[in-house]
């Protein structure tokens, strides 16, 4: 081949070298790599930041650390569980992956949560009831004096009365885990599933700690 | 015989678009696909049919036009082609449109053999007859995804056919006037010169590989970055831009079929390589990658079409040869890649809807606006069918309030930017091989001094 022959090849060769070169450069080895899921076991940032005192803030924290906590015991990332959770073919699918029941799964799912609560209440990210009282309040638009009659209540006997963890965990206790399955797809129906859960726990737990204060004769008679 | 120009005009006008039609659908097939309700791999049969059925008619087309009129079979093929056309534009259903694929390929081998014959007649010239036709045909199969893709946009996929109809006719009165006078410079009774193994062989993988540089390409700018058909179609033009300045090159190289064809088949491998290492989903980032393509195809099309086709007889017989291997190379590339890339996408999947998840999780969103972004992106992934889904309709249908709107346009542009990676990894390996195919063309370029410039 005359040297005039090969000075076309050799620059085609240097032209797709330099151009590989500089794209290997700007990024292009790892560029079609998405987003890994995070170990569900190691601590998340976006779990940890402060809780606002909201029901819905509070709520969905639960859920979260939940989530890592039951995808960690499972061993699965917390993106593959939220994945699966709402169509029942996928639930199927992964617990048939894991080797466990539908059931397990959901009895996996509701512990993830009961640990949530500790985890949450352990690090003092659980805000006190009295917090979220104001919200509540507005949220039930109630009439003005009876808005009046909640703020009269000092803070102290409304968080002793109902404390943010020992509720938490009597309403994950109390949630038909199937039942909150099958609603994921309707936000509508999770959502008064959720609220329902945590009344009935407040209400229980309210009752349950106003029977404690009084005396043993006096539940007697009340045929506690 | 004194050129006529007009019929000249008309039979490379008809070539070129007959040719076009290997890839004039590339920008169309989403849309097709949209309409059939098929899929990626499905729909690849509208370009798999034609080439397939052109590979295989190419050479016992050209075997007709020896022994036959070209001029009088130029214009049977032309009026097929047309009224194939026409079926295609009408198709109720997939089934109907690749039937009307393969009556478009048989017309059109017919036309491409017989126009080889007729444009030699016509400009009285064998090298400029012969240089007309390859021209025509280069020039058809670069420029076909582009004119097809605006079209789309503008109109519809349908009138890709439509438009090809009047173009195609208009060459019939061409063909009838060079009746008798086509084709008489060889007796069919003389024994045939044996095809250019190696010419042919690389213009085989040099095809094979030029179909990803437009069918992947085109697919991952228009299914993978959403871009629209018009927008696919301008970006790909860097490539028929590009091949067009390979020609000046080579002339000022004047280094010889064998170096420019080398050279082609590196510069197209660089290219594709390339377009599997992109460092972002911009249209920009694919510019320089095509350009390399482009100049690859005008460096190798040309010159080894002419190796192919020098001193040879039956010059129709030889023409055939070369469009066989053309398109039997597209056929190869398109069965070797669609199913590496659809598998590809296939995987990619399970990935990108994890880190969607991810994403919605984190987003700093209230926890009811997350539920019912949720809804609708659960709805958009499931209704996805094989192709990168669309995310933007779950944003629109979750109605989040005003207040939200620049959290929620963030979470929208990190999940566009999730499937865009993930689109673009499924077709890194596709990119690859295709880059491979076109660096073996180097081997049976390597040998075309001798038999290629006697």
């Known amino acids: 081949m005359s040297r005039r022959a090969i000075a076309l090849p050799l620059a085609a060769l240097v032209l797709a070298g330099a151009l590989l070169g500089a794209y290997a450069l700007a990024g292009g080895d790892d560029y079609s790599e998405v987003q890994g899921a995070a170990d569900p076991c190691a601590a998340r940032a976006s779990v940890d930041r402060p809780v606002a005192p909201e029901l819905e803030a509070l709520a969905e924290r639960v859920v979260l650390v939940g989530l890592d906590e039951t995808a960690c015991s499972l061993g699965v990332s917390r993106e593959r569980l939220v994945l699966a959770l709402p169509v029942a073919e996928d639930r199927r699918a992964l617990a048939e992956e894991l080797g466990i029941s539908e059931d397990e799964l959901g009895r996996e799912l509701k512990a993830g949560l009961g640990r949530a609560v500790d985890r949450l209440d352990r690090a003092g990210r659980l805000p006190r009831a009295s917090a979220l009282l104001p919200a509540i309040v507005a949220e039930l638009d109630l009439p003005g004096f009876a808005e009046d009659l909640v703020d009269a209540i000092p803070d102290q006997t409304v968080d002793s009365l109902v404390p ?31 609220r329902d859960a945590v009344e009935e726990a407040a209400q229980e737990e309210i009752r349950a700690r106003l029977l404690d204060e009084l005396p043993e004769s006096v539940r007697g008679l009340l045929g506690e | 015989m004194a050129a006529m120009r007009p019929a000249v005009i008309a039979l490379s006008l008809a070539v070129g678009v007959v040719l076009a039609d290997s890839a004039v659908v590339t920008l169309a097939l989403p849309d097709i696909l949209r309409q059939y309700e098929t899929t990626v791999g499905g729909v690849s049969w ?53 039937a009307g694929r393969v009556g478009q390929a048989l017309g059109g081998a017919v036309v491409i053999a017989s126009c080889l014959e007729l444009l030699v007649a016509a400009t009285g010239s064998e090298p400029r007859g012969a240089a ?111 091949a067009l300045a390979a020609g000046p090159l080579a002339r000022a190289a004047r280094a010889g079929t064998r170096s420019e064809a080398v050279a082609g088949a590196i510069a197209v491998a ?24 482009g100049l690859g195809l005008g460096l190798t099309i040309d010159s080894l079409t002419a190796v192919a086709l020098r001193d040879r007889v039956p010059r129709a017989l030889h023409g055939g040869w070369t469009i066989a291997a053309r398109h039997g190379g597209i056929v190869v590339g398109l069965l070797i890649l669609t199913p590496v890339f659809t598998a590809d996408l296939r995987d990619a999947r399970a990935p990108a809807q994890e880190a969607i998840a991810a994403q919605v999780l984190d987003s700093r969103l209230p926890a009811s606006s997350k539920l019912a972004l949720a809804e609708g992106l659960g709805e958009q992934l499931a209704d996805e069918g094989g192709r990168v889904p669309d995310l933007a309709p779950a944003f629109s249908a979750a109605d989040l309030p005003a207040a939200q709107a620049a959290r929620a346009a963030a979470l929208e542009r990190g999940l566009d930017d999730q499937l865009e990676r993930a689109a673009t990894g499924a077709f890194r390996d596709a990119f690859l091989l295709a880059g491979l195919l076109a660096l073996l063309a180097v081997v049976p370029a390597l040998f075309l001094r001798g038999r290629g410039e006697r």
């Open chain 2, 270 to 293: 660089g290219g594709l390589a390339a377009l599997a290492l992109l460092p972002g989903a911009e249209a920009v980032w694919t510019l320089a990658p095509q350009a390399l393509v």
């Open chain 2, 132 to 242: 007309r036709w390859a021209g025509a045909g280069v020039a058809g199969a670069a420029l076909g995804p582009v004119a097809g893709g605006l079209l789309t946009q503008a109109i519809s996929w349908q009138s890709i056919f439509i438009f090809q109809v009047p173009v195609v006719l208009a060459a019939v009165p061409a063909a009838l006037a060079l009746r008798g006078r086509a084709g008489r410079d060889h007796d069919p009774s003389l024994p045939s010169d044996r095809p250019h193994l190696a010419a042919n062989a690389a213009l085989a993988l040099i095809s094979a590989a030029l179909t990803a540089a437009l069918f992947l390409l085109v697919l991952l700018l228009v299914e993978g970055w959403q871009r629209s058909p018009a927008q696919a179609a301008l970006i790909v033009t860097v490539i028929p831009v590009a």
């Open chain 1, 164 to 194: 943010t963890g020992p509720v938490l965990r009597r309403a994950v206790r109390s949630l038909d885990v199937q039942a909150l399955l099958d609603g994921l797809g309707d936000s509508d129906q999770l959502e008064s599933m959720l």
């Open chain 2, 46 to 98: 509208v370009l798999t049919t034609f080439n397939l059925v052109l590979a295989l008619a190419a050479v016992p087309a050209a075997r007709l036009c020896v022994r036959r009129d070209p001029g009088a079979l130029g214009a049977v093929g032309l009026v097929v082609f047309a009224a194939c056309c026409a079926v295609c534009a009408a198709a109720p259903s997939l089934g109907v449109l690749l």
